[in-house]
């Protein structure tokens, strides 16, 4: 049922309620949010919607740390602190962060990391730049698998020449190690190294 304020005065008259009490209380009452709710001035009405530094890392999935480092590195921006000593993240900063550690997963450097996402932000350089640094990163990791297929050539090398059995002053593993290889060790060597 709905009263128009015209409607109070009379329902006041006929219940003997004198002052405009029922006026008073057609004002809106507080609504209640809950524990968690925080009220913002006008001027940080802005504020409200931005993130702790840790809920930034928990939605990003990686530790605090990770994001003060990133903060150091300079690959994410360090917030203002607030007031409250406390620094408040907008919402890009976890799309931030999942980019440059998806990047890092990828193999990318924080050097490398940093210049995506300057080509991100500056769209004037179109997707091919981003393809060619994507495609001197396949480079880089086909010579790193090259180099290690020629580690492990060498330690297959040397694990078959070990026996087990024999004392480790004789262990051309480890004489290998030191520079006192025999021949056909020291061969194996020069070639790993080339």
Same mark, same amino acid.
């Given at each position: 049922m709905t009263i128009g304020i015209g409607q109070l005065g009379l329902l006041e008259n006929k219940l003997g309620i004198q002052g405009g009490w029922l006026k008073q209380a057609e004002q809106p009452l507080t609504p209640y949010h809950g524990t968690g709710f925080m009220l913002a001035s006008s001027q940080e009405e802005h504020i409200v919607n +931005?993130? #702790? *530094? =840790?809920? !930034? $890392?928990? +939605? $990003? =999935? !990686? =530790? !605090?740390? #990770? *994001?003060?480092?990133?903060?150091?590195? =300079?690959l994410l921006e360090e917030p203002p602190r607030r007031e409250s000593g406390y620094r408040q993240y907008p919402e890009e900063a976890v799309t931030r962060v999942r980019f440059i550690r998806r990047a890092k997963d990828l193999g990318f450097s924080l050097r490398e990391v940093d210049e995506l996402l300057s080509l991100r932000v500056d769209r004037r350089n179109g997707a091919s730049a981003v393809r060619r640094r994507a495609e001197a990163k396949i480079t880089d990791i086909e010579h790193k698998l090259a180099d290690l297929e020629r580690i492990k050539s060498v330690l297959v090398e040397l694990t078959s020449c070990c026996q087990s059995k024999s004392p480790t002053g004789d262990c051309p593993i480890l004489e290998a190690l030191e520079g006192r290889s025999r021949a056909d060790v020291g061969e194996s060597l020069e070639r790993a190294e080339k």
């Open positions: +931005r993130l #702790t *530094i =840790g809920r !930034v $890392a928990k +939605r $990003a =999935g !990686v =530790g !605090v740390e #990770t *994001i003060r480092f990133y903060e150091r590195k =300079g």
